[in-house]
């Protein structure tokens, strides 16, 4: 038998499968799909695929199409299992990581956008696979130091070239169905690619550039590209061109272009087809990645968790025993009450500090590591406040995944005060919600040595409000003997799903009233409120029922106070509708009101970029005062979810900015605030579910972001063309600092900046201490800051850089925050070669007796002399058992000789073979059932089992 052939026959057979389903699929709209589109498909696919594969190995079936109808919540509930299921679940950590590999796949065409190799213009496909597989290993290797952030940050930007392939290339002309995988594989060779001064076009005619490949092209099957440029008209002669208002070269003869990005491009008519090979071909590279990464890993850095994750930053000087106890006590009570269940956190961070050392961090999803790590706490004498408490917070921010929450315990003040600016951008950065279990904090540190000297001022006390409120988090400021009482917070939050429903702090205090929406999927609704003793409220539900402060447990809550905190249970039985909560002080204090549903909503503030792309690209820093604002917004937890309102809401309750809402595909809409004045806003949201169960119409919900949003007059920015740096290597990043009236730079602005420039790792970094634009500069000053990573750095490696600016007065600061990922080289680009040997035939022809047989498969693998080596064998398909013996080949190299034994019952197996820097070699056998038991023995090679898996599950 030729192996060859018979995979030409069984891809062609399920090509044309393949296309017979998607014939079916009504066209979802007319209009073009954008990288971010194909990106979210890709995964949303892929995801379910692979929950599909675990629910079918644990014996519970999951059933849901994998087809252009997918959303992330229903991928969410196919990958829950039944016990999982009864729990409630969110997608949001589903669809923030989907938006950070769609934000990143986008920022390629802003800050890469004159680089051929990373769109495959100008016919680099040697340069633009080179990117793909360099791209696909680095994932590979972030994903292994569990480093999920930066391993979808560098996944984005792979998928954006691989996607351009599709519509800058002729793959599509050339009457390809499939996508073309030598472009994830670096180990095969590019064949038939146009060599440089063949000509590959003719002009366009009229504007018509249906025709304009040379038939030569056509006939040859010859692969090209398109020639771009934004400047200059000139090309190679004889090539084709991009096409389109923003490349040059297309008006050089020939005129025109190829390229299919739009439904209104130059090969605009094939736009569709080109998009749905680039989903596919997408498709292919996460299995690629899945299979070296492992299902579990995998899930991970899509994001797919159900749960949060638990951090703890603490402090160990002497005075913190009993807190340190306490610390112990609640994340037991946590971990022992959740194990086993979907509540479980997904991961657990703890970072310690002191003074003057901080960290290290220790991170691991085994609860036994975690307790463990807590366990060999202990407060050390001789601490002398303040401490590091900054240090040790940045490090829990980024080292804990977006959106997590928080708690730092201390009795002490910051001495590392001056990381407020880079602390700030972090929380605004991560969207992370900072609490403070502050103890003794305005008391004198009795148990300290030295103790009259370490009272914390109000300053001290202050900084960490400052903190608490910007994030969403809460100052609670308790003795040593509340602690305890205290803690429910982290219980609390520790649940699934948990939203936040309202949220307001004031200060300087004053009397006032809040209403919010109790909708019915609210479960478990809790609220604080912090303040001074004095402070008063009273609650009124929705049916007029009132309950007052002095109640402890009434017909609406049951209230438990310690310290500064006041913790409401509240009791909200079918009183649904408008709740009114009524503060009475005129201190500071703040109000949160909490519950849990799978209706939340995930948002980015973005900026629209032009080009050959238009799309959304995310921004960073704060937004200009005065100016646009967009938020791209999606609501999670059911497709039946709409957005309603959007609104910014500033912190003194004073101003209220409505933006405008436009729907912009793949469940997102676009927010649109015109002029957004200073200030600090809360994003909120209001929306209608029309699915619910329940009831028989819809429920109108509100939900509020944690993170303040705040406008700035400074503008910031850095410009990153690569993120990937060497271990060993220095680089080198300039940055630009500007001023803003109303959101326009102010050409005549000066001033001088305290720069802040921080990195997570304590890499060396050197920056100008201050940055100053003087007069008739233009209103812009630049600088550059340089980072050394250090040659022992692991592959990768996350390496978090903050580069901050605040002005003179102290009053406003603006920053970027860079993600670096440190990779090295990767000189192993061969994939480990998985051959069957032999597979026995021994099942007998009749399925029905299929069960008293065992049939059995041997395999050869090896990732030959020169490789990295093989480091894990693993079954991809089939519910066999399997044993691997190593033996040495006849050039020495390792051979592994896997013999696989399953039930006659179950015939088909895949097996893969991953090497040390993740390349995949998959081998297997499927019986093709149909044919009346006929066998067929063949080493695939990966993207056909990609294939495959779509079509046989
Ligand atoms: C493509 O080639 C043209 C001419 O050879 C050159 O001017 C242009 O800068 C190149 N485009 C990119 C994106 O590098
Ligand atoms: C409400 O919280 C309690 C623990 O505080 C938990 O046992 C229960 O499952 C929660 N309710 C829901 C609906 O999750
Ligand atoms: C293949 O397997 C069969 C049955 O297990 C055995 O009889 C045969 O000798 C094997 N052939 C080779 C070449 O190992
Ligand atoms: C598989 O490995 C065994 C053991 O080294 C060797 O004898 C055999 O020839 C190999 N078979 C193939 C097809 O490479
Ligand atoms: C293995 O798979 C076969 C067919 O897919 C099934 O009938 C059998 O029950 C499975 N065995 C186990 C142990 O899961």
Redesign the pocket.
């Known amino acids: 038998m030729t192996t060859r052939h018979t995979v030409q026959l069984l891809v062609a057979v399920v090509l044309s499968v393949l296309c017979l389903v998607q014939s079916f699929q009504p066209l979802i709209s007319r209009k073009s799909r954008t990288h971010r589109e194909i990106t979210q498909a890709a995964i949303l696919r892929k995801t379910a695929d692979v929950c599909r594969d675990i629910a079918a190995s644990e014996g519970w079936s999951t059933s849901v199409a994998v087809d252009d109808s997918l959303s992330a919540s229903k991928v969410q509930k196919a990958c829950s299992s039944p016990t999982t299921a009864a729990f409630l679940l969110s997608s949001v950590t589903y669809q923030s990581a989907i938006a950070s590999i769609y934000f990143s796949n986008a920022m390629v065409d802003t800050v890469s956008t004159l680089k051929q190799e990373h769109h495959f213009d100008n016919e680099t496909f040697k340069a633009g696979r080179d990117l793909i597989t360099a791209g696909v290993a680095a994932v590979k290797a972030s994903v292994k130091q569990e480093e999920y952030m930066a391993g979808r940050w560098i996944l984005g930007r792979v998928c954006h070239t691989l996607q351009d392939f599709y519509s800058h290339s002729n793959w599509v002309e050339l009457g390809n169905t499939a996508p073309y995988s030598a472009l994830i594989k670096p180990d095969q060779p590019l064949e038939n690619l146009a060599d440089p001064v063949t000509p590959t076009c003719r002009g366009c005619v009229g504007g018509d550039c249906s025709n304009n490949l040379l038939p030569e092209v056509l006939k040859k099957r010859l692969l090209t590209s398109g020639y771009f440029s934004m400047f200059s008209s000139s090309k190679p002669a004889g090539k084709c061109s991009h096409g389109g208002p923003f490349d040059r070269t297309s008006e050089q003869d020939p005129v025109g272009g190829i390229s299919k990005d739009e439904v209104q491009s130059s090969h605009g008519s094939l736009h569709l087809k080109a998009a749905d090979l680039a989903v596919r071909a997408t498709v292919e590279l996460l299995e690629d990645i899945r299979v070296a990464a492992g299902d579990k890993h995998f899930l991970r850095l899509m994001g797919l968790s159900h749960s949060s994750v638990l951090c703890i930053v603490i402090d160990t000087t002497g005075s913190m025993s009993d807190d340190i106890a306490e610390a112990k006590r609640v994340s037991f009570e946590i971990i022992d009450g959740k194990r086993g269940t979907p509540q479980e956190p997904s991961a657990y961070i703890l970072v310690p500090f002191n003074d003057p050392s901080f960290g290290p961090v220790i991170r691991t999803t085994d609860a036994d590591v975690f307790k463990n790590s807590i366990n060999k706490l202990h407060a050390r004498d001789g601490g002398d406040a303040p401490e590091m408490s900054l240090s040790a917070l940045q490090l829990a921010l980024t080292a804990a995944p977006p959106s997590s929450e928080i708690f730092v315990f201390t009795d002490a003040a910051a001495k590392d005060f001056h990381l407020k600016s880079t602390i700030t951008a972090l929380i605004e950065s991560t969207k992370s919600v900072v609490s403070f279990m502050l103890t003794d904090a305005l008391a004198s540190r009795r148990r300290r040595k030295r103790s009259s000297a370490n009272k914390m001022s109000q300053a001290d006390v202050q900084l960490y409000r400052d903190l608490a409120e910007a994030s969403g988090g809460q100052a609670i400021e308790v003795t040593k003997s509340e602690l305890s009482q205290a803690t429910t917070v982290i219980k609390d939050l520790s649940l699934s799903a948990v939203v936040t429903v309202f949220q307001v702090a004031r200060n300087p205090g004053r009397p006032e009233k809040f209403t919010f929406t109790v909708d019915g999927s609210l479960r478990n609704l809790t609220a604080y409120i912090t303040g001074t003793s004095s402070l008063t409220f009273s609650l009124t539900s929705s049916k007029g029922i009132s309950q007052s402060s002095s109640q402890p447990s009434g017909p609406l809550a049951s209230l438990t106070t310690a310290g500064n905190l006041r913790r409401l249970s509240l009791i909200t039985d079918s009183q649904s509708g408008s709740w009114e909560i009524s503060v009475n002080s005129n201190d500071p204090y703040s109000v949160k009101v909490i519950g849990q549903s799978s209706s939340n909503f995930i948002y980015n503030l973005v900026e629209a970029h032009e080009g050959a792309h238009r799309d959304f690209s995310l921004k960073e820093g704060r937004p200009l005062s005065g100016g646009k604002a967009k938020l791209l917004v999606s609501a999670t937890g059911s497709d039946t979810v709409k957005v309603t309102e959007v609104t910014l809401i500033d912190s003194f309750g004073t101003k209220e900015v409505k933006g405008s809402l436009q729907p912009v595909g793949s469940d997102n809409v676009l927010v649109t605030f015109s002029a957004v004045p200073a200030g600090q806003f809360v994003v909120c949201l209001k929306g209608e579910d029309s699915g619910s169960t329940s009831t028989s119409t819809s429920i109108s919900f509100q939900r509020q972001a944690s993170t303040h949003i705040k406008t700035s007059s400074i503008l910031v920015t850095a410009q990153v063309s690569n993120t990937n740096v060497e271990p060993g290597s220095t680089i080198s990043i300039p940055f630009t600092v500007a001023t803003a009236i109303n959101g326009v730079i102010d050409d005549s602005g000066t001033g001088t900046f305290k720069m802040q420039v921080s990195n997570d790792r304590g890499y060396r970094s050197t920056s100008p201490p201050a940055i100053t634009i003087a007069a008739r500069s233009g209103g812009k000053a630049d600088g550059t800051v340089t980072l050394t990573v250090p040659a022992s750095a692991a592959s990768g490696t996350e390496v978090i850089l903050t580069i901050a600016a605040e002005n003179a007065a102290a009053a406003d600061i603006n920053y970027v925050v860079l993600r670096f990922s440190v990779v090295a080289k990767v000189t192993d680009i061969t994939s480990p070669v998985c ?1 069957v ?1 032999n597979a026995s035939n021994t099942c007998p022809s009749s399925p029905s007796l299929c069960a008293s047989s065992q049939w059995e498969l041997i395999a ?1 693998l090896t990732d030959g002399i020169d490789g990295t080596g093989i480091e894990r064998v693993t079954i991809l398909r089939g519910n066999g058992t399997l044993t691997t013996g190593t ?3 006849a050039r020495g190299e390792n ?1 592994i ?1 896997a013999t696989y034994r399953a039930s006659c019952c179950s015939q088909n197996v895949l097996l893969a073979a991953v090497d040390r820097v993740g390349n995949v070699g998959v081998c297997g056998r499927e019986t093709a059932t149909s044919t009346g038991g006929h066998t067929l023995s063949l080493s695939f090679s990966l993207w056909i089992s990609g294939v495959i898996f779509l079509l046989l599950t």
Do not use: K
Request: proline share 0%; no cysteine.
């Open positions: 051959q040997v050869n033996v040495a080949g051979i000789v």
